[in-house]
């Protein structure tokens, strides 16, 4: 079962412990796992060094038609996925990019990306990600509690901080794009709060620390 990853003091020593992140995001045709499906997803694997191998895109055919509002935020369309490879063949790669249960996944409002890749793995036998993951909204609420007093609100919406912290972003509301600015915000959180990491002494004596 996936452990969400809540201690935000010891990210940094966690981030340059030579542990290997991947970020992930989803595209959906709808809210609800239990009744929605996978229409894309994409990922980008990096550790402390930088981005590892070749990024992880994937558009899936879903057994249902993806509705016009969702077709219309994503510019996913029925014609773009009519081809593709249906769900199964999607998380038999995914999981191949994955590579292991020491991976460390990374994605924005996790419980949502997390309940669709399992509730699909569940449907087609295969077990459950059993991997540590860390929800970048739940950091950035912890990095910036200052945000919840802004007037407008959704200051912790991944385009909201993508935009504050300069991230370009290419395509939002795509998976490997959003999943790309995930990698960005996480990066981030480290870089504004080494004041707060916990253990930072005994990882500087064995190594000489580049700040991204």
């Known amino acids: 079962m996936v452990k969400i990853f809540n201690d935000y003091k010891h990210l940094a020593l966690n981030y340059y412990s030579e542990k290997v992140f991947v970020a ?3 595209e959906t045709t709808g809210l609800k796992a239990s009744e929605d499906f996978m229409i894309e997803i994409g990922a980008v694997k990096f550790d402390c060094g930088g981005m590892i191998g070749e990024p992880f895109d994937m558009l899936i055919r879903p057994p249902v038609l993806i509705p016009p509002m969702i077709e219309n935020l994503t510019h996913i369309t029925n014609n773009m996925v009519q081809n593709c490879p249906e769900e199964k063949e999607a998380l038999i790669q995914f ?3 994955i590579t292991s249960d020491n991976t460390i996944l990374v994605a924005h409002n996790a419980p949502f990306d997390l309940g669709f890749i399992n509730t699909a793995l569940e449907r087609n036998h295969f077990p459950r990600l059993n991997n540590t993951c860390i929800d970048t909204l739940q950091a950035a609420r912890w990095a910036y509690p200052e945000l ?3 007037q407008q609100k959704g200051q912790y919406k991944l385009q909201s901080l993508a ?3 300069n991230l370009q972003v290419e395509a939002a509301h795509r998976a490997f794009d959003d999943a790309k600015v995930c990698m960005g915000i996480i990066k981030q959180i480290i870089r504004d709060t080494m004041d ?6 005994n990882l500087n004596k064995g190594l000489q620390l580049t700040l991204f």
């Not at 707060?196 to 002494?201: A, E, H, L, P, T």
């Open 24 to 26: 992930f995001d989803t």
């Open 163 to 165: 935009q504050r912290f």
């Open 148 to 150: 919840k007093l802004c």
């Open 196 to 201: 707060r990491q916990k253990d930072m002494d």
């Open 95 to 97: 999981l191949k990019y």
